[in-house]
């Protein structure tokens, strides 16, 4: 069995193993979470046709609509888990797009959520968003964010993509 996970998330944002962003599963017409049989050849490949027919009628719709930073920030600010994570990438996204006091907020909120989960890993995101919020209050932010983008391309393999997109 196999089912199909659709999510978005931006590369200046994020470490590229952190994935917080919100998203959906592949559902059934019934509205039931999506799962595939997949034990045999010929399952396999009537499932993956199924899926494929599934993605496009409700992926590729959410795609479209997340596809700009107003989209994404539309869909992000309404789903996901308000976590630590969350709130710095709403702040990266707001960062982006010139949002300067809505992301001071939330890397403010990341910073006080990261500090109480306590965990050693979320030092480096505290410093990480304080490193944001200095460069928002300094107007370095896009270049800071520029610097991630370019970081976070390498492992996630897209570094060619990302030098075509910028021609």
Same mark, same amino acid.
């Given at each position: 069995?196999?089912?199909?996970?659709?999510?978005?998330?931006?590369?200046?944002?994020?470490?590229?193993?952190?994935?917080?962003?919100?998203?959906?599963?592949?559902?059934?017409?019934?509205?039931?979470?999506?799962?595939?049989?997949?034990?045999?050849?010929?399952?396999?490949? @009537?499932?993956? /046709?199924? #899926? !494929?027919?599934?993605?496009?009628?409700? *992926? $590729?719709?959410?795609? =479209? &609509?997340?596809?700009? %930073?107003?989209?994404?920030?539309?869909?992000?600010?309404?789903?996901?888990?308000?976590?630590?994570?969350?709130?710095?990438? @709403?702040?990266? /996204?707001? #960062? !982006?797009?010139?949002?300067?006091?809505? *992301? $001071?907020?939330?890397? =403010? &909120?990341?910073?006080? %959520?990261?500090?109480?989960?306590?965990?050693?890993?979320?030092?480096?995101?505290?410093?990480?968003?304080?490193?944001?919020?200095?460069?928002?209050?300094?107007?370095?932010?896009?270049?800071?964010?520029?610097?991630?983008?370019?970081?976070?391309?390498?492992?996630?393999?897209?570094?060619?993509?990302?030098?075509?997109?910028?021609?």
């Amino acid at each position: 069995m196999f089912c199909v996970n659709v999510a978005a998330m931006t590369i200046f944002g994020n470490e590229f193993t952190v994935l917080s962003s919100p998203g959906f599963r592949l559902k059934k017409n019934d509205g039931r979470e999506a799962w595939w049989p997949s034990l045999t050849r010929d399952a396999a490949e @009537m499932s993956v /046709i199924e #899926a !494929r027919a599934t993605a496009e009628r409700q *992926a $590729l719709p959410w795609f =479209s &609509r997340v596809s700009s %930073l107003p989209g994404f920030l539309e869909f992000t600010s309404s789903n996901g888990s308000h976590d630590h994570h969350h709130f710095f990438q @709403m702040g990266a /996204i707001r #960062a !982006r797009l010139g949002q300067t006091e809505a *992301a $001071l907020n939330d890397l =403010s &909120r990341a910073v006080e %959520l990261y500090r109480h989960d306590g965990r050693p890993w979320c030092a480096s995101y505290v410093a990480k968003a304080e490193r944001l919020m200095d460069a928002l209050r300094t107007d370095q932010a896009q270049e800071l964010l520029r610097q991630w983008r370019v970081a976070n391309a390498k492992p996630l393999r897209i570094a060619k993509l990302l030098k075509q997109m910028e021609c």
